[in-house]
C-alpha cells in the first residue's frame, strides 16, 4: 500500500518506520530540511512541507500523489502560540486532498477537546466537546473539517498525553513546586499502542468515525507523578493543595469493543 504520512516527529516517524517493516511504500514530510536525512535513513521517500495560515509550502502535490491513505500528524502548536490560526492551515491543506483524489484521511487529533471539570466526568466520543476553550474550539473545528468532506474518507484519533521513549511528562514535573489539579485523573497512552491503534484503523476500514486512544487507568496526577519521579529516582513534585482540581476521564472503551483493540504497554 502507497502512505503518506503529514508530520514526521517523534510519533510520525516511528508510525513511518513500522509502515516499511510491512513492505507498505511510505512518504513522510518534516518541516525542517535537515531532518530529511532521518527519513531516508528509515526507508521514508523524504518531502518538506509545512503548512502556512496563508498556504502551503513545499511539493504538496507530489507528496499526496498516488497515495490510499494519508496520515496528518502535525502538532497544532497552540499552547507556545495561542494566537496560532489552526483551523485555516488545516482549511489550506484540504484542497490538495481533494484535487488528489485520495481516498482515505486519518487524523491525529488529541483529548484536549474534551473540557476539564470538578466533578471529573467520563468522556466517550459521544460526548460534546468544550466550546469555552479556543484550544479545544480549534482542534475539534479541524477535526470537521476532514469528518465533514464527502470528496474522501476520514477517521480521527484522539491521543492523550504521549509517553515512550525518552518522553515522560514527569520530566517537565520533576522538582516543580505549586503545580495545579493534584486530584485530576491522568489520561496516558504509550507511543506504541498509538501506532497500534493506527493499524488497527487502517485495517478495520472504520470510516468517518472518532476514536479516544488512552490507557484505561486513571490515577490522580499526585498519586501517579510522585510515585514515577520516585521509581526514576527524580526529584519529587510538588502540588498545589489548596486549589480545586479540574480534569477528566476519557474512555477507551469503544477502541476496544468495536476495533477489538489491546492496550500492550503500561503506563508505569
Not at 468495536?258 to 503506563?267: A, C, G, R, T
Request: proline residues 5%; aromatic residues 8%; charged residues 30%.
Amino acid at each position: 500500500m502507497k502512505i503518506a504520512i503529514l508530520g514526521c516527529g517523534w510519533l510520525g516517524l516511528e508510525l513511518g518506520k513500522r509502515l516499511r517493516q510491512q513492505n507498505h511504500e511510505v512518504k513522510g514530510s518534516v518541516t525542517r530540511m535537515e531532518r530529511m536525512a532521518d527519513l531516508r535513513t528509515a526507508g521514508l521517500i523524504p518531502y518538506s512541507i509545512k503548512l502556512y495560515e496563508k498556504g502551503v509550502q513545499g511539493d504538496i502535490r507530489s507528496f499526496l500523489s498516488g497515495a490510499e491513505i494519508l496520515i496528518v500528524d502535525i502538532p497544532p502548536g497552540l499552547r507556545k502560540n495561542p494566537e496560532t490560526d489552526f483551523v485555516k492551515k488545516i482549511r489550506n491543506l484540504i484542497p490538495y486532498i481533494e484535487k488528489s483524489y485520495l481516498p482515505r484521511v486519518i487524523y491525529i487529533s488529541s483529548t484536549s477537546v474534551y473540557e476539564d471539570r470538578e466533578d471529573f466526568p467520563v468522556y466517550t466520543e459521544e460526548e460534546k466537546t468544550d466550546n469555552s476553550n479556543n484550544t479545544a474550539v480549534q482542534l475539534r473545528n479541524a477535526e470537521l473539517l476532514f469528518l465533514n468532506n464527502e470528496n474522501f474518507k476520514a477517521s480521527v484519533l484522539r491521543f492523550g498525553g504521549l509517553i515512550g521513549k525518552q518522553r515522560h511528562p514527569v520530566k517537565h514535573l520533576s522538582g516543580r513546586k505549586g503545580i495545579k489539579n493534584p486530584e485530576a485523573p491522568i489520561n496516558l497512552v504509550h507511543q506504541e499502542d498509538c501506532i497500534a491503534a493506527i493499524l488497527k484503523l487502517m485495517e478495520k476500514q472504520k470510516d468517518n468515525s472518532v476514536w479516544n486512544v488512552v490507557y484505561p487507568e486513571h490515577p490522580s496526577k499526585k498519586d501517579y507523578y510522585t510515585r514515577i519521579a520516585l521509581d526514576k529516582n527524580m526529584a519529587q513534585p510538588e502540588f498545589d493543595q489548596e486549589g480545586v482540581s479540574r480534569g477528566k476521564k476519557i474512555s477507551s472503551e469503544k477502541l476496544i469493543k468495536e476495533l477489538d483493540f489491546k492496550f500492550s504497554q503500561s503506563i508505569d
